[in-house]
């Protein structure tokens, strides 16, 4: 299974981003899928997960609200919507899928596959 996550950039505070993970060599359709990021001298941390229905969506506390997490299944691709930008949400956001389903999704140790990363920073 390879993903690879794109949309990053450079954007101002209060701007918006709308970051994309393709998944290949398997459809994405069948398991959840998940953003992390990490953030300089940070380890990487929850953002948001959809299960395979996207009829489950997970927050972290942080961008709840902000950023939004949709799936096209059709196009084996998982979107993060990211608004109301600050420069707290500079990072490398990662996406990332499990291999099983009925496990926590919020855990970073629940995902097997993940993207190269895509940076995403914002200008204060």
């Known amino acids: 299974v390879q993903l690879q996550a794109s949309g990053g950039g450079l954007v101002q505070a209060g701007g918006y981003l709308n970051l994309s993970c393709a998944a290949s060599g398997r459809t994405s359709k069948d398991y959840a899928m998940g953003w992390f990021r990490q953030a300089p001298k940070k380890g990487r941390e929850f953002v948001a997960a959809?299960?395979?229905?996207?009829?489950?969506?997970y927050y972290a506390d942080s961008v709840r609200g902000r950023f939004t997490i949709t799936r096209a299944n059709a196009k084996n691709t998982v979107y993060l919507q990211m608004g109301s930008l600050s420069p707290e949400d500079t990072a490398v956001y990662y996406c990332?899928?499990?291999?099983?389903?009925?496990?926590?999704?919020?855990?970073?140790?629940?995902?097997?596959?993940w993207g190269q990363g895509t940076q995403v920073t914002v200008s204060s």
């Open positions: 990332g899928a499990p291999d099983i389903c009925g496990i926590d999704l919020t855990q970073e140790s629940s995902y097997k596959y």
């Open positions: 959809t299960t395979w229905s996207g009829r489950r969506t």
